[in-house]
């Protein structure tokens, strides 16, 4: 199946929200390579970075109802280079 790297930018502006954004993201940990959350004490907002290793339709449906909840924003970077499996690097 053919992947991609991307990026997934959030911004959480209302803790209420973050139970949901955190099932979400368990719902996907098998694509998921690494989280980092930075919380913004000074604007009241955490700032979250999520990368994967996913097909686009997955990283699409997942950018996708991340963006959907309440009080988070997103924004999906993709890799130019696309894989068949997670073991091939041929197309460097």
Do not use: C, F, W
Not at 1 to 9: L, P, S
Not at 27 to 34: A, L, R, T
Not at 85 to 90: N, Q
Request: hydrophobic fraction near 40%.
């Amino acid at each position: 199946m053919e992947t991609r790297i991307a990026q997934i930018g959030i911004i959480v502006e209302n803790r209420d929200s973050v139970e949901k954004l955190n099932s979400i993201l368990h719902d996907y940990g098998e694509y998921i390579i690494g989280r980092m959350g930075i919380p913004y004490h000074k604007r009241h907002i955490s700032v979250i970075s999520v990368i994967l290793d996913a097909p686009m339709d997955v990283i699409s449906a997942l950018s996708g109802k991340l963006g959907m909840l309440p009080h988070v924003s997103t924004k999906t970077v993709y890799s130019k280079i696309s894989t068949v499996g997670s073991d091939d690097l041929s197309n460097k």
